[in-house]
């Protein structure tokens, strides 16, 4: 039979929570910022809630709400975004990425213009949102 043998050592333990300092290795440049604004990341995902209901790996919006245990309202929220334009779409892919805060543009300021059909009045009410965006060129009139 073996004999049971014991090992002593000193161990120390300390909190490294949310304020404990982060040092760089030597030569490491900080990375840039990249932080994907949250609606361009809604609209992803409504892209994917979308395949997967085409691809009937998901029965309905109602399963999709039970998977991602958020309400079906919240999931309705998400998918209506896919009724926007897409060349509004598009752009709110690829916003500018913000360094902290709020993104440029909320959902709840978006959602309204999902509610009209008329892709050309969407594009006035996105305009509107958005003033330092300009629309499509058009060339100059006669």
Do not use: Y
């Not at 404990?20 to 995902?45: F, H, I």
């Not at 916003?95 to 902290?100: F, I, Y």
């Amino acid at each position: 039979m073996t004999t049971p043998s014991t090992i002593e050592c000193t161990v120390r333990f300390h909190r490294g929570g949310r304020g404990a300092r982060k040092e760089l290795q030597s030569g490491a440049e900080p990375l840039p910022p990249d932080r994907v604004p949250r609606l361009a990341r809604l609209l992803a995902l409504a892209h994917r809630f979308e395949t997967l209901l085409r691809a009937g790996v998901v029965k309905n919006h109602a399963a999709l709400a039970r998977l991602g245990h958020v309400s079906r309202a919240r999931i309705c929220q998400i998918v209506s975004l896919l009724q926007l334009a897409p060349d509004i779409q598009e752009e709110i892919l690829f916003l500018r990425r913000s360094e902290r805060g709020r993104g440029p543009v909320q959902l709840r300021q978006v959602r309204p213009i999902t509610a009209v059909l008329d892709w050309s009045q969407q594009r006035r009410l996105w305009r509107k949102l958005r003033p330092g965006v300009s629309g499509p060129k058009r060339p100059p009139c006669c």
